[in-house]
């Protein structure tokens, strides 16, 4: 199957410190790229859905100033918390859907943040 | 009110017994509806995918059922192994917001004991 891979898979920075996480699509291209966060036994909540070579689409809620996503390739996407404030420790996963309209979405590992 | 309830919210059963997890929806239309594995500190991984006309949809010791008038469905495991001890999440993807567009259970938390 598809593999989607993240990294790093645990950070822990300061806060006021902005961290990058990186998610490729390894063995196929994605088109659209999505991140989630999900907090300890909550669902995966959608951040924000990222189209290769456009601006990321955020949802309600969700600051597109402090969570930049940049889809620069078909097969990698940065979400990068910036001003990273301890209420922001939370495990992020991203996932990444193939072309020709597949109902595939194929989820990586998972980042796990800790803002101290 | 969540538009995708699972119940139970866990569950302990012994290793080779059979189990059966629901999921309660009430996004209207749908494209389709997944259920996922995750295990801890994991992401996802899918097990099942059924669209609105599906009833039915195997996978190994996986089944999935959907029942689209009572907008119910089911995942039964069959003869359970120590390694499906994970939260298992069903996900409804309506046809508004594109065929990506995902919502996600709360999940039921599994544990399986020897």
């Known amino acids: 199957g598809a593999v989607v891979s993240q990294h790093p898979s645990w950070v822990i920075c300061k806060s006021g410190t902005s961290v990058k996480i990186e998610c490729r699509s390894l063995d196929f291209q994605a088109t659209t790229m999505f991140w989630y966060r999900q907090f300890p036994k909550q669902s995966l909540m959608l951040m924000a859905t990222s189209n290769e070579g456009s601006k990321a689409t955020y949802e309600q809620g969700v600051e597109k100033d402090k969570f930049l996503i940049n889809h620069a390739s078909l097969t990698l996407s940065t979400l990068t918390v910036t001003s990273a404030h301890p209420e922001d420790s939370s495990f992020y996963i991203c996932?990444?859907?193939?072309?020709?309209?597949?109902?595939?979405?194929?989820f990586g590992p998972g980042t796990r943040l800790t803002v101290t | 009110k969540n538009q995708v309830e699972q119940s139970p919210q866990s569950l302990i059963i012994l290793e080779g017994k059979n189990c059966t997890l629901q999921c309660n929806y009430t996004v209207s239309p749908f494209s389709n509806l997944r259920w996922y594995k995750q295990d801890t500190g994991r992401g996802p991984v899918s097990l099942t995918i059924m669209t609105f006309s599906e009833n039915t949809k195997s996978n190994g010791r996986y089944t999935a059922t959907l029942d689209a008038d009572t907008k119910q469905s089911s995942l039964h495991i069959t003869a359970s192994q120590l390694s499906d001890s994970a939260s298992y999440i069903c996900?409804?993807?309506?046809?508004?917001?594109?065929?990506?567009?995902?919502?996600f259970g709360a999940g039921t938390r599994l544990a399986v004991h020897p």
């Open positions: 996900v409804v993807s309506p046809i508004s917001g594109g065929y990506n567009k995902l919502i």
């Open positions: 996932s990444a859907a193939g072309t020709s309209g597949s109902l595939e979405q194929y």
